[in-house]
């Protein structure tokens, strides 16, 4: 699958290969936004325990197959924009630019 990805890329005109990635960042961002504002709600909801994980780190790290960092670092947002609601509306509008 991924050598006919690779080989369909050879295809596109600059234009087209920049013009993808750029959609391909917008939708990542778009994705991680969600992510996060769904982990914010499974941390408030102890979610991770009720699955037997000791903490939302673990189950981010063994469930979901986030590297140690990722776990950490949307978990660190998670919680802010909990704690900071005002926050949340920044990222959110960041991720559209």
Not at 16 to 25: D, G, H, I
Not at 52 to 63: I, K, M, Q, T
Request: glycine letters at 4%; a positive charge.
């Amino acid at each position: 699958m991924q050598n006919d990805i690779l080989t369909s890329l050879t295809r596109l005109s600059d234009a087209e290969l920049v013009a993808r990635v750029k959609s391909l960042v917008a939708r990542e961002r778009d994705a991680t936004a969600h992510l996060v504002a769904h982990l914010a709600e499974m941390d408030t909801r102890d979610v991770h325990l009720r699955e037997g994980f000791p903490s939302l780190y673990v189950y981010c790290r063994d469930v979901l197959g986030l590297s140690e960092g990722e776990s950490y670092n949307r978990i660190e947002v998670a919680r802010a924009a909990r704690r900071f609601p005002s926050s949340s509306r920044c990222w959110r509008r960041a991720r559209s630019t």
